[in-house]
């Protein structure tokens, strides 16, 4: 994927905002109370909105209920208690299994899906939604329930940019909304793209740890020096970005041919210190194949450009 992927039919993305926390009371359904469900009911309720909730089982609507929900014994109650119906379950074949049999309650509602799925996945949903009259907007949270209404949560929107407006004072009750654009698989595929940093990051620091610690070097006392590396090396981003978006790739600072040699150094310690290298070894391949594929001057950024089937 590269940085210019926004169709041109897509808004620019909006900066995160909040809106006060005490918008006039709206009429919500939530449906499916998970750990995710549940703390944006709360957030809801917190903020003075008239909620109804369904979950399949049912028991987890107690607490709720406990905090002022109504409860709904059927998803179909739920649908027409509101004119906006939250929905937080697994995947979207869940979704789909839940909202499929409701499909003639939908229209004239607006469906804010905040489930994880694929930029296809929630275009396809859209379509179906858009069948049955209903307004849609996709949604990806980046945040864990813990942080949902705090200063750092925010849910990243796309879909009509009407419907949006109509409920993003609604919605930033449960924190920061960024709106991505009008196709509806924008949502899902900055929240993946996120995510796929995130788990680059997850995957480096677990095997710094698992390195490390070969020689009974704590974790903790090796974190004072692994933290402010890794956010040293994450300023290198937006330089990477300017290289990807102007495709000079040329550098002189650290060239792949530079990197391709010292690489197998890692993959070598791993193995001389009984450490796995699998997350590591596909990296040292994508080197080779850069190199193999005349790029040894380049910059690491010219890896984005090998990644992209596309190209
Ligand atoms: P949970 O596992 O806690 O909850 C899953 C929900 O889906 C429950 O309400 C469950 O109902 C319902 N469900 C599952 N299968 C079915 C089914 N066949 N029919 C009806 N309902 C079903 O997950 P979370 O609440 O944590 O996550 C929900 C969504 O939010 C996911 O897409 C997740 O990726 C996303 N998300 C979660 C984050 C997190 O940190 N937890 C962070 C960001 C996004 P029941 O209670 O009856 O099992």
Known sequence: MSTHSVPASSAPVSPVSSAPVSPASTSISVLGLGMMGSALAAAFLRAGHSITVWNRSAAKTGPLVAQGAL???????????SPLIVVCLTTYDTVSTVLGPVADR???????????????????????????????????????????????????????????????ET?????????????????????????TGMYGMVAGVLQAFALIR????????????????????????????????????????????????????????FAAQGVSDELFAPFQALLDRAIGEGYADDGLSRLADLLDRRR
Not at 107 to 129: C, H, I, K, S, Y
Not at 172 to 187: E, I, N, Q, R, S
Not at 243 to 249: C, K, R, V, Y
């Open 106 to 168: 939908l229209a004239g509602r607006t469906v804010v899906n905040l489930t994880n799925g694929t930029p296809a996945q929630a275009r396809e949903f859209a379509d179906w939604t858009a069948a049955q009259g209903a307004e849609y907007l996709d949604g990806g949270i980046m945040a864990v329930p813990q942080m949902i209404a705090g200063p750092q949560a925010y849910i990243l929107y796309s879909g009509p940019r009407p419907a949006f407006d109509a409920h993003q």
């Open 214 to 269: 070969t020689e009974s070097i704590p974790a903790g006392e090796f974190t004072e020096l692994l933290v402010p590396w890794v956010g040293a090396m994450l300023n290198s981003a937006p330089h990477w970005a300017e290289s990807i978006d102007s495709g000079q790739h040329l550098t002189n600072v650290s060239s792949l041919a530079v990197n391709q040699e010292a690489f197998p150094n890692l993959l070598a310690a």
């Open 71 to 81: 409860p709904a014994e059927t998803v179909a109650a739920a649908v027409e208690a």
């Open 171 to 195: 919605l930033a009750v449960l924190g920061g909304t960024k709106y991505v654009g009008t196709d509806p698989g924008l949502a899902a595929l900055y929240d993946l793209s996120l995510l």
